[in-house]
């Protein structure tokens, strides 16, 4: 939780120069073949600016939806090409016998071109997967996200959750003549409580 805040701070510190990109239509191509990621490479990212507006430090349980917007920055002097979108709702599980949060709840999108919300589950139950998106970003472009979500009563209570949710951006890379892929998020944390 303490890294998640770091980062964010950083990224509300840092200078964006927002410029609106509007989701395109739901393409929602595969991601590229199976790549090694840049970081495992030893490459550092500092290509995205995250940030994310709208989550609160607390959310009641089996209550009604709670809108957001994630907007994620080119900061580098290049196209970041083979971009991808993706969003998450979910919890840190750091001992055994502790839950996910993700399949207690519920992550949606907002989707321009339909003009309506569409539920992003992943085939595990988890909430969460790809929202359509330009693919590529060029140097000092932003790219913004309404989403909302909520988690249900029938999460159980049992431990302290470190639950967060946002959005991740993805695109192609290169490290040492090696095709990598890198990543920026725009994360929010938040706790579960009952009412």
Known sequence: MKLRRALSVSAATAALIPVAVAAAPASQAAPAAEIP?????????????GRTFGIPESI?????????TAT??????????SFELSAELGSYVYNEGEHDLSPYGDLQYWDTSQRAWKTLRQANGNAGGTVPGPKTLKPRESVHVQLRFRVGKDLPMDHAYDAFTGLTGTFADRYHDMDCTSHGVA?????????
């Open 60 to 68: 009641t349980l089996g209550t009604g939806w709670t809108t957001y």
């Open 37 to 49: 990621k840049c970081s495992d490479l030893g490459k550092n990212n500092n290509a995205f600016v």
């Open 72 to 81: 994620l920055t080119n900061a580098s002097a290049k196209n970041l090409k």
């Open 187 to 195: 994360v929010g944390g938040f706790s579960p409580r009952t009412g």
